[in-house]
T-cell receptor
Framework: GQQLNQSPQSMFIQEGEDVSMNCTSS?????WLWYKQDPGEGPVLLIA?????ELTSNGRLTAQFGITRKDSFLNISASIPSDVGIYFC????????????FGTGTLLAVQP | DVKVTQSSRYLVKRTGEKVFLECVQD?????MFWYRQDPGLGLRLIYF???????EKGDIPEGYSVSREKKERFSLILESASTNQTSMYLC????????????FGPGTRLTVL
């Protein structure tokens, strides 16, 4: 099955630094989603994007739906220790399909 | 708040055992999903169900089966567990066909010895 290419695979940063990660696909999506998984928990939705070029913020998080509809970006500003976790992108083709296609994940570690 | 619960957080089984992983959601969602999560591979869909007694194979269904006898409950079955099925298993649900957002349970970490 298709998977999305997500990079970087892992990041080790200092508290206060900004973080960028991205996701690319060979297919066009109608919706891009970004999830965060805290250690020992299931993923939780952070941001949903529904239109090409859309830029959406959620606190210190900002995500963008790429113009080509084949990529998406997530930025975290002024990172804090509780940002630690695995970040997943996911794409949805739209229509009646129930399936999401997930990225391979970015592991973020933040040193206080 | 949507709540998706999984019967066990940690499970240790022996090769060849039959294993049941249970998932329950309390929001009357039509769709339920089982994924496995492995480092570097992200989340891969095993099976999903869009209605009671209805199921569809995902990307990696081999070695697994599922059961959905009631709307709120979706079970993943490993008929004869093998060591390569050691993984984190995540259940998710959402409300209607085409709905993009999925709500996840906390996961079951299964170890097969």
């Amino acid at each position: 099955g298709q998977q999305l290419n997500q990079s970087p695979q892992s990041m080790f940063i200092q508290e206060g630094e900004d973080v960028s990660m991205n996701c690319t696909s060979s297919s066009i999506f109608n919706t891009w989603l970004w999830y965060k998984q805290d250690p020992g928990e299931g993923p939780v939705l952070l941001i949903a994007l529904y239109k090409a070029g859309e830029l959406t913020s959620n606190g210190r998080l900002t995500a963008q739906f790429g113009i080509t509809r084949k990529d998406s970006f997530l930025n975290i500003s002024a990172s804090i220790p509780s940002d630690v976790g695995i970040y997943f992108c996911a794409g949805h083709y739209g229509g009646a399909t129930n399936k999401l296609i997930f990225g391979t994940g970015t592991l973020l570690a933040v040193q206080p | 708040d949507v709540k998706v619960t999984q019967s066990s957080r940690y499970l240790v089984k022996r090769t060849g055992e039959k294993v049941f992983l249970e998932c329950v959601q309390d929001m009357d969602h039509e769709n339920m999903f089982w994924y496995r999560q492995d480092p570097g591979l992200g989340l891969r869909l095993i099976y999903f169900s869009y209605d009671v007694k209805m199921k569809e194979k995902g990307d990696i269904p081999e070695g697994y089966s599922v059961s959905r006898e009631k709307k709120e409950r979706f079970s993943l079955i490993l008929e004869s567990a093998s060591t390569n099925q050691t993984s984190m298993y995540l259940c998710a649900s959402n409300s209607a066909p085409g709905t993009d957002t999925q709500y996840f349970g906390p996961g079951t970490r299964l170890t097969v010895l």
